[in-house]
């Protein structure tokens, strides 16, 4: 893998880590929910494949930024894995909107430059 698709891979992995603990702000979720939620708050932009979602889900869980537990759903007679956002996933959070902002002005000051800039 080149240096750039690394860095083109941290970025849409950091992105969607920051959707996942954005989600998880809301309550508790198991994959599916937070992957439709993704999927409808974008009006579909967003297509989450259970080959990205879940290793995301995973990874977070690894660095304790999410907690996962087994539970049986309110409405359905079945198990579902449970992810909750940690109190060390809401401080990143914190850290993950702040840098996505800043790129996304970085990134619109090059699109749409000032009138004054041209």
Known sequence: MTKETQNRASVLQGTLDMLILRTLLYGAAHGHQ???????TTNEF?????GSLYPALHRLE?????????????DRNREFKYYRLTDKGKKQLVVEESQWKQMAEAVARV???AAEER
């Open 34 to 40: 937070i992957g439709k939620h993704i999927q409808r």
């Open 46 to 50: 967003l297509q989450m494949q259970h």
């Open 111 to 113: 699109m749409w430059p």
């Open 62 to 74: 690894k660095r304790d930024w999410v907690s996962a537990k087994w539970e049986t759903a309110p």
